[in-house]
Every structure is written in structure tokens, then in C-alpha cells.
């Protein structure tokens, strides 16, 4: 200072002053541990992560941007948050006001506020109760499940590619998304808003809307459900697929949407429309097309509510008998009229009856450890070769002891899935469903269901609705 510069004074580097920016994130409403991810443009590094936990906000890292240049802050939430902040802006000491323009999920900031020295701190707000998030899911209580309760039980899995929406009842919607391949989704409401909202699916083809539930709990069409102080309607038909609800700003839980029906029907009915069903199960229809069409038109007519009500054993017979009508139509139209004339020529009807019995018999003892095809024989007063033999023409590569092992395994599978086995002993459950030897149970397990019984077990523990 105050000195002559010559050539023998030191060389001073002159820097420029760049602008700085910094990103807070805070959340309100929850006091988990969550990861929010961002990426940047126009900053000297492309993303940033960072962690909140117990509520608290937390500031990252001091970036340096260039004086002139735009900048985008671009957010991304962790699974089952809002896709966009409830708020996003910045502030410096040098200006007055909030600074930043948020548009979704991404924050601008325009280039005349990035100038040399200023210093921007760029806050992030998100709160979980503006995502309504949930599940697409195939009803029909495989592996075990329970088929038209409306929760996710068993080996159910979801429907992926279905259209989800959320907006006010007869507007356009406010967010639309597609499941994913586990049939989840997660919706924004906006955060400023109040009053009535319809949740919506679209472009389900070849199934029947099953239900909805909440947390748990089954929504009913005949009349509205209260959940957490919460009150749902659901319309399964007119209009179809649709929740209506009233947003109250508040986090709400897991809205589970069922899309299949399972429905039992009298063995002797079936035998009598169908005397060779056991060839056709599993069989897939096309919902769209001739008396599949027609049949699935019938059902989805129907209240599952007003089935379960009727209490006249004539009316109950006269439904099942409709069904059955339509479904053999539609397994004729469908190749099935001349597998069951083959297998005609073949089964004798004293063998397919017998046939019937012996699996009434099988679901009956399957549980005991020492059922043979030698103690059915003996009940029914044949001879094993005539059990194998029957089993064998009948039920055509479906042995006698494939029969008892699905028994015994499907058993195993509601077991592990109620409270009471869930945590319990692995050999208690073999026991219980015949298999004296754990080992084997396991192994003959998870070939079926693709995982081990506890695995199972926990697998349907996750995947059960919570608040």
C-alpha cells in the first residue's frame, strides 16, 4: 500500500468474484432419514445428494456458479414423496425478496441474479402428505392369498402399465402416472388445495374392477368407509374405478386397487356343466370377445355385496347356474368342446366321479404325514394300480401324489401368511401341512413359490398395507 510499483514488486493473482450458491433441504412432516438427490446445470458440479433425518433441516456443500449463466436445480424425491416441493427458492443478502422461478420439480434461476459475490442459498421444502401413493394388484389369492379381499396377500402381484389419476371429481386430472412393473404408484396433489378428489384407473383391459382398499381396509360401493377420519366412497361401475375422498392436507395411507375376481363355485355344478375342468384350469379367456365378452359384461354387472346378501338357496342356484352356462359357452368357443369329447372316449363317468372323490378325500387328509395312494385305495376299496390309473386318464400328467403336495403346499402358503406362523417355527408349519422332514419342505417350497417359507413369510409381512 502507499508503494511504488516497479519491477521489483511481487506478483499479486487477481481473482473475480464468482457467484456462490448453496442448497438447504428441509422437510416437514416426517422424522424418517431420507435421501434427496439433485442435479444442476450451470454450477461447477452436475448433482448433489443429501440426507435428512428427525426433521431437521441440512445445507450442502458451498458451489461455485459462473456470473451470467442460468442455473437449474432440478429435485429428486425418494420413493413414495411428492415428485415436486411444496416450495423451492432463494434468497442473498443483496437482494430483497425470494429469487428462483419453480416449475415441477425444477427451480431456475436467471442469469441476471447470478453476479460476482453473491451469495445464494437455494431452500427445498417437501412434505410426504401431498403424495397419494399406492397399488395395481391381480386379486385371485395365488400362493396362498385370500382372492377378493382387497389387500395384497399370498403371492398377489401388481399390474404394471395401468393409468392412474388424481384430480377434482368430473375435471381433468391434477397428476397422472403409469404403475410400475410392481403395479406402484405415487400421485401429487397440490399442496394448496381443498376440497373433493377422484382417484381414477384407466386402460385396464380383460379385467374386473375387484375393489380398493385403504390401509387395510376394503372399501365398500354400498355405502361409505371412515379411515383415519377419512370418510371414502368407491363406484366400482358408474363410474367405474373411481375413489372419491375429500383432501384434508394430511398423509394418507396406501390406497391398494384390486382388478380380479375369484369366485367359488359348487363342485357338483361345475362337474355337470364341465365333467373335464380339471384340463381347463388356468385357462386365460379374452374379455372382449364372444361369450367371454358376454360373461365378463355379467360380472362386472354384478355387486359383490348383493352376491354375498342372497339367502335363498334358489336364487344362489340360479346365479351359479347362469354363470356356468356363459362359461362353458365361451370354453367351447375356445377349443375346449373337442378336449372334452377326446377325454369322453377315454374316462369312463364311474372313473371321472371317482376321480371327483378321491380329491375331496386328498383335501381332507392331506395334512396327515402318512397318506399314501395304499390308504386311499383301502377307503375307497380299489386297488393303488386303479388310483394311479384314474389319476393318470383323468387328470392327464397330474399324479395322485402332485395332487397331495399342491394340498399340502397351498396350506403351507395361508399359514405362513397369518399372524400366528408368521414368526413362528418353520417345522411347525410342515408338521401341520404333512411333511415330516423341514428339509424337504423347504426345498419342495421354494420350487414352488421361488423363495423359502420364511422368506415368504416376511415377503408377505412387507408387502401388507400399514398406516
Known amino acids: 500500500m502507499n508503494q511504488r510499483c516497479d519491477a521489483t514488486t511481487p506478483v499479486t493473482a487477481v481473482v473475480a468474484n464468482t457467484p456462490r450458491l448453496r442448497i438447504v433441504k428441509r422437510v416437514e412432516g416426517d422424522l424418517g432419514t431420507y435421501e434427496f438427490r439433485f442435479a444442476l446445470t450451470g454450477l461447477a458440479v452436475s448433482s448433489e445428494t443429501i440426507t435428512v433425518a428427525n426433521g431437521v433441516a441440512v445445507s450442502g456443500a458451498t458451489i461455485t456458479g459462473t456470473s451470467g449463466q442460468a442455473v437449474t436445480i432440478t429435485e429428486y424425491a425418494p420413493p413414495g414423496w411428492p415428485r415436486r416441493p411444496v416450495s423451492a ?3 442473498t ?3 430483497v425478496g425470494v429469487i428462483g422461478t419453480l416449475n415441477g420439480n425444477v427451480l431456475t434461476i436467471p442469469a441476471n441474479r447470478m453476479v460476482p459475490g453473491s451469495e445464494l442459498v437455494c431452500t427445498f421444502v417437501n412434505n410426504p402428505a401431498f403424495a397419494l401413493n399406492g397399488r395395481v394388484f391381480n386379486d385371485n389369492g395365488v400362493g396362498g392369498g385370500v382372492a377378493n379381499d382387497g389387500v395384497i396377500n399370498g403371492a398377489e402381484k401388481g399390474l404394471a402399465n395401468v393409468v392412474v389419476q388424481v384430480g377434482g371429481c368430473g375435471a381433468p386430472p391434477l397428476d397422472s402416472v403409469v404403475t ?11 399442496y394448496a388445495w381443498a376440497g373433493a378428489l377422484c382417484l381414477e384407473k384407466r386402460g385396464l383391459v380383460g379385467f374386473m374392477p375387484a375393489g380398493v382398499s385403504v390401509g387395510g381396509v376394503q372399501l365398500r360401493t354400498d355405502r361409505t368407509t371412515v379411515i383415519d377420519s377419512k370418510t371414502y366412497g368407491y363406484s366400482r361401475l358408474n363410474p367405474p374405478n373411481r375413489v372419491t375422498f375429500t383432501w384434508d392436507g394430511r398423509r394418507m395411507a396406501s390406497m391398494e386397487a384390486t382388478n380380479s375376481w375369484m369366485i367359488g363355485l359348487p363342485r357338483v355344478l361345475v362337474d355337470r356343466w364341465l365333467p373335464d375342468a380339471a384340463d381347463a384350469t388356468e385357462t386365460c379367456f379374452k374379455g372382449d370377445k364372444g361369450w367371454a365378452q358376454v360373461l365378463s359384461a355379467y360380472l362386472c354387472a354384478t355387486s359383490p355385496e348383493h352376491l354375498r346378501h342372497i339367502s335363498s338357496p334358489v336364487e344362489r342356484g340360479f346365479a351359479v347356474e347362469h354363470v356356468m352356462s356363459m362359461l362353458s359357452f365361451a370354453f367351447a368357443q375356445n377349443g375346449f368342446e373337442k378336449m372334452a369329447g377326446d377325454a369322453e372316449s377315454r374316462v369312463s363317468p364311474r372313473d371321472r366321479e371317482l376321480h371327483v372323490r378321491m380329491r375331496r378325500w386328498i383335501a ?3 395334512s396327515n404325514p402318512d397318506v399314501s395312494a395304499q390308504s386311499l385305495a383301502t377307503d375307497f376299496n380299489i386297488s393303488t394300480r386303479y388310483v394311479h ?5 383323468v387328470q392327464r400328467g397330474v399324479t395322485f401324489w402332485g395332487v397331495v403336495q399342491d394340498a399340502r403346499l397351498k396350506n403351507a402358503a395361508r399359514l405362513l401368511r397369518t399372524p400366528l406362523y408368521r414368526h413362528g417355527s418353520i417345522e411347525d408349519v410342515a408338521l401341520r401341512c404333512g411333511f415330516v422332514d423341514t428339509a424337504y419342505f423347504s426345498l419342495v417350497f421354494r420350487k414352488r413359490f421361488g423363495c423359502t417359507p420364511r422368506a415368504f413369510a416376511l415377503k408377505t409381512e412387507d408387502e401388507t398395507p400399514k398406516d
Open 389 to 393: 390309473k384314474v389319476f393318470a386318464n
Open 89 to 91: 427458492s432463494c434468497t
Open 364 to 366: 381332507d387328509n392331506f
Open 180 to 190: 410400475d412393473g410392481n403395479g406402484r404408484y405415487s400421485l401429487n396433489v397440490p
Open 93 to 95: 443478502p443483496s437482494v
